[in-house]
């Protein structure tokens, strides 16, 4: 149980010159009741000296009804008054409001005053929660029932006392999803009911998304050979899935992700044990990702809409495109397939008594396809028309703004990158490391049970996008951070005491870093700036009971 209420972060003006902030007010009940059954068998087969084999087969269930209710806060006198019929849901939907310059701002007890059961009542206002959600279909938005079936079949092998060692195996995984539509009212004020469980539900309540309705195999392959007592190398093949209710920004249905991982590589340990390296080149290939422009770019949901439609279109024509709904990244989903290519070094380094040593770098090469296909063409009709109407004897009204066309312009000549993908997850380079003492008791009692340690994150320049023949880059980072803590008994328990600092500083960056771009109305394209993240310290005292 939860509300998501906030109040504004930007600050308003009254008419009366009085700062204040605003906030919905609202509930939320979410529940997931699962049912989950496994089951395995095993069998080991030894009979072959140089060989043994070991046999796993297994099953599982699994149910999970999602339970979704919702309670928007509304103002009912006027349905009360008689001056009404019924509840308007964007009119009558309560909001509070926070002055600023309250004698009392801040304090417990005006927030305590704010809360429902506290908001008092008179000849215009009575306000109570109803189970309503005005931005969705229904108060019980998201409750479904999900069925999942797995069986699996795993062969895995020892050869010449554990020189050699193999792993294949085999998954068949099924899905099925039914989701909730509300039907039912109750009340004076006609709200939704309670949802109910799929199997105490009429019928018709709960409807099957056929698109949820799936199946897939997935394999999976892997030898491992010992070239000595300190080293293996190993070969690994695997396929991987998700199946996925998403549907593009125009409610154009995704399949599944489908994966496939190729990797080879060399692990081991030096024979003192003060260094330990694991080493891999691999292949990743994915197709149907979900990607999506919101973070990268700012083109908004009504600018979407925008460029769907003719501006002699309007909501509630039955030819009106509606964008997805939901979240941002939802009504700004596309699709794209992707391959990388690349290798992982991690070095693991003991080179003294109580330091450790830990340094792990990456190179991708992220080769992407994305599919904006669809986007192309909503902008090439938005261009098409507004050429007609501003052509002479066109109808004016008709023409697209200067700025939506520019904006859908730069859009596609960020995102439409193909070979190369755009975003942070395509840095070519990208590591960590960290370095971590532990004072020894021995040097000094004070010292005994203290650790210093300081880390960083490193990742490379990577492509914002492509426009005007001209390819963008930046937002590389390399971020450090340092702590120092101390453990000791006290009374029994042990007790820990830590000091640390996040974002300490960023050697790739002083002060400022590049996080995108923006095409001027001249053509020219600028970098857009931000400040490097700022320290961030925090002290922590833990107790072990």
């Known amino acids: 149980e939860r509300n998501d209420n906030a109040f504004d972060q930007t600050i308003s003006l009254d008419v009366n010159g009085r700062p204040y902030i605003d906030s919905n007010l609202d509930l939320k009940h979410f529940a997931n009741d699962v049912i989950a059954f496994r089951g395995s ?32 806060y509304m103002n009912v006198k006027n349905v009360e008054n008689g001056t009404a019929t019924a509840i308007n849901a964007s009119a009558d939907r309560a909001r509070l409001r926070l002055y600023l310059d309250d004698p009392a701002f801040y304090s417990r007890a005006l927030f305590d005053r704010m809360q429902g059961k506290n908001l008092p ?53 099924f899905g099925r999803n039914f989701y909730y ?27 099957e998304n056929m698109a949820l309705h799936l199946a897939n195999t997935s394999l999976t392959g892997g030898l491992t050979f010992a070239l000595n007592k300190h080293f293996n190398v190993y070969g690994i093949y695997s396929e991987s899935f998700r199946f996925q209710d998403a549907r593009t920004f125009d409610r154009e249905t995704i399949g599944p992700i489908d994966g496939v991982t190729k990797e080879i590589g060399i692990k081991g340990d030096l024979p003192n044990s003060r260094a330990s390296v694991n080493f891999g080149l691999f ?8 990607l999506s422009w919101n973070n990268i770019l700012s083109f908004s949901d009504s600018q979407t809409e925008d460029l769907m439609n003719p501006n002699n279109i309007l909501p509630g024509d039955p030819a009106y495109k509606y964008r997805e709904p939901g979240t941002a990244s939802a009504s700004r989903n596309y699709t794209g ?22 340094l792990t770098l990456a190179y991708a090469d992220v080769k992407g396809s994305p599919n904006l296909t669809s986007f192309r063409a909503y902008y090439d009709a938005a261009v098409a028309r507004t050429t007609t109407a501003l052509a002479p004897g066109g109808n004016t009204a008709l023409a697209e703004s200067p700025a939506l066309l520019a904006d859908a312009k730069n859009l596609l000549d960020s995102l439409y990158v193909v070979g190369t993908s755009v975003g942070s997850r395509a840095s ?48 590389a980072s390399h971020l450090v951070d ?14 820990r005491v830590r000091l640390g600092v996040k974002n300490l500083t960023d050697l790739a960056n002083d002060g400022i870093r590049k996080t995108s771009f923006t095409t001027m109305a001249n053509g020219t394209n600028v970098y857009r700036y931000s400040y490097v993240m700022p320290a961030q310290y925090d002290l922590t005292l833990s107790m072990k009971f």
């Open 121 to 173: 009542v008179t000849d215009i206002v009575h306000v109570v929660p109803l189970k309503y959600f005005a931005s969705g279909t229904s108060a019980a938005d998201g409750t479904e029932w999900r069925q999942a079936f797995a069986g699996s079949v795993s062969l895995s092998g020892r050869y010449f006392n554990g020189r050699l060692q193999s792993l294949i195996g085999a998954r068949r995984d």
């Open 283 to 290: 292949e990743i290939q994915r197709q149907n990702v979900v």
């Open 41 to 72: 068998a095993v069998y080991k087969f030894d009979k072959v000296k140089w060989m043994e084999q070991t046999l796993v087969l297994s099953g599982e269930y699994r149910e999970d009804q999602q339970l979704n209710l919702r309670w928007q």
């Open 482 to 495: 340092a702590y120092i803590m101390r453990e000791q008994k006290l009374w029994g328990k042990l007790v």
């Open 428 to 475: 070519a380079w990208s590591g960590s490391w960290i370095v971590d003492y532990a004072f020894p008791k021995e040097l000094w009692a004070p010292l005994t049970g203290v650790r210093v340690g300081v880390d960083g994150v490193y990742r490379d320049n990577y492509i914002f996008g492509r426009n005007n023949g001209e390819t963008l880059s930046g937002g």
């Open 181 to 207: 539509v509300a039907s039912r009212k109750e009340g004076r004020f006609n709200e939704d009911i309670a949802p109910p469980r799929k199997g105490s539900a009429l019928p018709g309540e709960y409807v």
């Open 337 to 358: 397939n992707e391959r990388s290519k690349g290798a992982d070094l991690t070095l693991l380094l003991r080179p003294l008594t109580g330091l450790q040593v830990r």
